[in-house]
């Protein structure tokens, strides 16, 4: 029979064991990627090369000076960042609005919003279509930005109240009788209190609207004004691919979430646990 | 009665700014996603083929022709044998795979901070580049899988894993999966620090085992948040749209066509949007009924 | 608590005020216009600068010819910039689409009332369907029909000609060759096949020696080919509606030959996932495939992978007669477009004289009935096999929705190939498809 250490030891073990064997699988792809980004067409096709004896930076100089890659990148920056803003914006208000205040049905309301985001993308793609076509919002960011604020605002707002509503009421009314004022106490208190939580918010609003691929290769003909997503597939040529820009143009543009992810990682299950785990 | 009116106008006067505040979100969502909702669920009971804009019957009332359209597609049926295979499958392993990372993180490993943020990877790769870098790897003349596996002796020659039937569903799923891991993970993981240590200390005294622990003391405590998460992972799974369409685009011979692929090549490619409607319309009513299943056995359990 | 609400209020309004929230549409066009000023300013000093002859015109190509640090791209965008000179007051914008996307692309643009003005593509009748949807801008009001005649060729023009009309100009075309690994042959002793026995021969030897046998591309492209050389059109479109003739008896031998070969594991592995070209190239040049069914632009797209190998080109086997399909792109002239006549005027330079050396990059072969092949083909030997088959060359069945239809053939052939029908069953279920497919196009 083992005793309790000796059977903490073997539960640790496999814990390291799996976790080692799961970060591989989620990174190894990733670093193959990034080998063939530093490889020249022959070494690509050349199964000796798995990892190369020389590298070369020209792919990388190909895709930042001689393509479009450089201006779909800062396109989708901003229709990310405006979709961004406008859904923090209204999830900050209307979850103030939820928790702050007696709204009539206020659980149901949440409720209800949530269920918006278990809409297929698709069933409202087709009268997004018709309805873009009737606004001449096709090929406009101004249509892409709404459409992508159909499915970030749900999370958004239901994540930001589950947030505000773990902070206790006295916290601002203390404020308030120290003298500030209802807007003052907002941003000192709630503001700061949320930040985490609103922090990670803000992360899912952008990485599903960076993510996002269907509506932008459907509702944005115009080459200068594709997203990063769809810009990525001009490498895929109409005669051949070139796999060595099409996999440096992938390492670029996923640099910055990469860097970006590490910087708020911390926040990131602090800032889910309380909306998570209370909403 | 009158009462309760009173009482209820007395609220909504003093909390109108409320009101006020909450007003431009449900614009919002009312604008952006019900009024779309209804529109589409309209679309599927029109004619409305865009490639024959000038027939007489174009925009009027279709009853339920559109629906028996699709039903009479074989491609159709076969869409939605793949789309339930494929949500079970990629929910399953997903939760699983999750629930058990997760707890792995949640003990005191040493470097944990490091695994996380590298566990992240895949979820901030977005879907359209995991597709493109998968299908490199799983290429049949250039593909890393194929010369390890070669190299390995694990199969004779390169095999097309994108390309055949039997192989490309799994393919195309273990990316899903690949994908879907880290958010669903990064869910229960934060649900699982909120829980207070103490509450294991007691269970332990009373000689609980491990597992005993997981199941009576966990789980219950995660429950909620662990339901919200696996929704909005089942409402990604089923809308899996961009992997299996850079991947296969629904190939070989339907075989990872899904629903969801099935709405978009009958909107986009063959510009019929009332069958596109009509399918999407029960693409949403499958994923209502599988959250309905799914909610009722997390709350039967308590 | 008077205060209170105030500030709820004005913090309300500031949030509405400052965000412009996207609650309807009519806020969204306000957005529109904050975000797109830049471009409007753009625009504006545009059109205040040159009034009068100011035209613009969109041009979609596929991804290759946009692109100016490719050989093909950079002469393209050379020749435009010509045509720009030449034409004070035009602009030219360039446009990319992925070649399996560029029809679905432009028709998604097209029908909400935009798009580009002018659109290449294939030569296999996607023109038919734009035109049956009344997507394209019809020819007859820019050139008469006897000008177009005598002016390109005759295959080309007519995979754009609908209910009588022509919708498409030619630009360049070619035609399917069969592409052969010169070392395995002489290896094996074997002789480059002319007809369909000696391929049959050389597939089974190859494959006993342990190669691969053919690779093309995963359409119905060049398996066109085999039906034509036994004589058999599969579509036949000489009558008032398409009636299909696939399965009539030359059509049944040929589908035979191909399932036997296929049968008898003539397509290699990679076939399964040829949809795109590179897959075809890299099956060949990497020595998988022994044979490789393609146009011209595959000779690049092997060099460019596997300089090395010792590969020619010769017809297509020969059946009862002589015959290969006919592959290439046209342009088409959005019926959106506000400028047709600029339009048609800038096709026609890119299709004279002067757009010559854009084609001459890669080989590639006018449709232009003046067309000189010798000089286009110099320091090309290799290619002028291509040109020897161009008199026999037949174009794909110009019907409306010829995608849909390629792609039933391809999943025959798939279906096949995976061993989940019979020849039989197959050309059987196949025929039926094609046939509802036809007559719910042509109702």
């Known amino acids: ?235 895929i040529g109409q005669y051949s691919v070139d796999w060595g820009l099409l996999m440096s143009a992938v390492v670029i543009s996923l640099v910055p979430i990469l860097l970006f992810f590490a910087l708020v990682q911390k926040n990131l299950v602090e800032g889910l646990s309380a909306g998570a785990v209370k909403g | 009665m009158g009462r309760k009116q009173k009482r209820a106008g007395l609220e909504l006067k003093k909390n109108w700014p409320g009101y006020l505040l909450l007003a431009p979100a449900v614009a919002a969502v009312l604008t952006l996603s019900i009024y779309p909702l209804f529109r589409g669920i309209y679309l599927s009971f029109v004619n409305y ?84 870098t998968f299908t490199f790897l799983y290429n049949a003349n250039v593909g890393i899988i194929n010369i390890l596996a070669v190299k390995l002796g694990a199969i004779t020659e390169s095999i097309s894993w994108l390309g055949n039937i039997g192989s490309a569903f799994w393919c195309v799923v273990l990316v899903a999966i690949w994908k879907g891991i880290p958010f669903q993970m990064i869910f229960i993981l934060a649900a699982l620090q909120g829980i207070p240590g103490d509450v294991y200390e007691s269970a332990e005294i009373d000689g609980a085992s491990r597992f005993q622990c997981f199941w009576r003391i966990t789980l219950p405590i995660i429950k909620e948040p662990l339901a919200i998460a696996t929704i909005l992972n089942l409402i990604g799974i089923v809308s899996c749209f961009n992997t299996i369409w850079l991947m296969t685009g629904g190939g070989p011979l339907y075989s990872t066509e899904i629903l969801y692929t099935f709405a978009y090549r009958e909107a986009f490619i063959n510009h019929n949007f009332g069958t596109a409607a009509a399918a999407s319309v029960i693409l949403f009513i499958f994923m209502a009924v599988f959250s309905g299943i799914y909610l009722r056995m997390v709350s039967e359990k308590e | 608590m008077k205060r209170k609400k105030v500030t709820a209020v004005l913090m309300a309004a500031a949030m509405i005020l400052g965000t412009t929230a996207c609650g309807s549409s009519d806020s969204g066009q306000e957005n529109k216009k904050e975000e797109s000023t830049e471009n409007e300013k753009k625009e504006d000093s545009r059109e205040n600068s040159d009034k009068g002859d100011s035209a613009e015109i969109t041009l979609l190509m596929t991804n290759d010819w946009v692109d100016e640090s490719t050989d093909l791209g950079g002469e393209f965008t050379k020749t435009i910039r010509y045509y720009e000179e030449e034409h004070p007051g035009t602009k030219i914008t360039l446009q990319g689409a992925s070649q399996q996307d560029i029809k679905e692309s432009f028709q998604t643009a097209a029908l909400a009332g935009g798009g580009a003005d002018i659109v290449i593509m294939d030569n296999s009748g996607h023109a038919i369907d734009l035109a049956a949807m009344g997507l394209l801008y019809p020819l007859s009001e820019l050139a008469t029909p006897e000008d177009l005649v005598s002016q390109y060729q005759e295959g080309p023009l007519n995979s754009g000609k609908f209910q009588g009309e022509y919708y498409s100009v030619p630009w360049y075309m070619d035609c399917c060759g069969l592409y052969y690994n010169k070392e395995r042959l002489d290896e094996l002793g074997l002789s480059v096949p002319t007809n ?163 084609l001459a990059v890669q080989g590639k072969i006018s449709a232009r009935k003046d067309f000189d092949y010798a000089k286009a083909l110099e320091g090309k030997e290799r290619l002028k096999v291509f040109t020897d088959e161009f008199p026999y060359t037949c174009a794909r069945p110009a019907v409306i929705n010829e995608k849909a239809i390629d792609e039933l053939i391809t999943n025959a052939i798939l279906e096949v190939d995976y061993g989940k029908a019979t020849a039989e069953e197959a050309l059987k279920s196949l025929t039926q498809k094609l046939n509802e497919n036809i007559a719910s196009n042509y109702k």
């Open chain 2, 49 to 132: 083929n865009l490639v024959r804009p000038k027939d007489s019957i174009f925009n009027t009332f279709a009853g339920l022709e559109n629906y028996k359209n699709i039903f009479a597609n074989k491609i159709f049926l076969q869409s939605i044998g793949n789309t339930v295979k494929w949500t079970l499958v990629n929910l399953v392993i997903q939760l699983v795979a999750a629930m058990l990372l997760a707890l792995a993180l949640n003990m005191k490993l040493k470097g944990r901070s490091v695994y996380r943020t590298l566990i992240l990877v895949p979820w901030a790769v977005p879907h359209a580049i995991a597709a493109m």
């Open chain 1, 1 to 235: 029979m083992l005793n309790k250490k000796q059977k903490k030891n073997i539960r640790m073990a496999g814990a390291y064991i799996f976790t080692v064997l799961m970060v591989f699988i989620a990174v190894a792809p990733f670093v193959y990627v990034v080998l063939t980004a530093l490889k020249t067409q022959e070494q690509i096709y050349d199964p000796k090369q798995i990892i190369p004896t020389y590298v070369t930076f020209e792919n990388f100089r190909h895709v930042i000076f001689e393509s479009n890659f450089v201006r779909y990148f800062m396109n989708s920056i901003f229709i990310t960042a405006v979709t961004t803003v406008i859904c923090m914006v209204l999830s900050v208000m209307a979850a103030y609005g939820l928790t702050r205040y007696r709204i009539l049905g206020a659980g149901k309301i949440k409720m209800a919003v949530l269920m918006t985001r278990m809409f297929p993308g698709i069933l409202l793609c087709i009268p997004y279509y018709i309805i873009m076509k009737h606004f001449q919002l096709i090929d406009s960011y101004v249509g892409l930005i709404l459409m992508y604020c159909s499915f970030t605002l749900p999370f958004a707002i239901w994540n930001t109240c589950a947030f505000f509503s773990t902070i206790p009421w006295e916290l601002e009314e203390s404020a308030m009788i120290d003298g500030c004022s209802r807007l003052r106490s907002f941003f000192s208190v709630i503001f700061y209190v949320a930040k985490p939580g609103l922090f990670v918010t803000a992360l899912f609003c952008f990485m599903s609207s960076w993510d996002e691929y269907m509506y932008a290769s459907i509702f944005i003909n115009t080459t200068l004004k594709k997203t990063i997503q769809v810009g990525m597939q001009d490498f």
């Open chain 3, 196 to 358: 369909w026995e000696e391929l049959s021969d050389a597939l089974e030897k190859v494959k006993e020696a342990g190669y691969g046998g053919i690779i093309t591309y995963q359409s119905a492209y060049a398996f066109y080919s085999f039906f034509y050389q036994n004589e058999c059109p599969v579509i036949d479109t000489s009558g008032e509606t398409p009636s299909v003739v696939i399965d009539n008896e030359q059509g049944k031998e040929a589908w035979d030959y191909i399932c036997s070969m296929i049968e008898n594991g003539g397509l290699v592995e990679s076939f399964k996932e040829a949809t795109t070209w590179d897959k075809v190239y890299e099956s060949f040049a990497n020595g998988e495939a022994t044979f490789l069914l393609g146009g011209d632009w595959c000779a690049n797209g092997v060099d460019g992978i596997n300089p090395d190998l010792d590969y020619g080109i010769t017809t297509m086997v020969e059946g009862k007669t002589q015959a290969t399909v006919l592959g290439g792109w046209t342009w088409n002239i959005n019926a959106n477009s506000k400028n047709p006549e600029l339009a048609y005027d800038l096709i026609q330079y890119i299709n004279s004289e002067k757009g010559d050396p854009i």
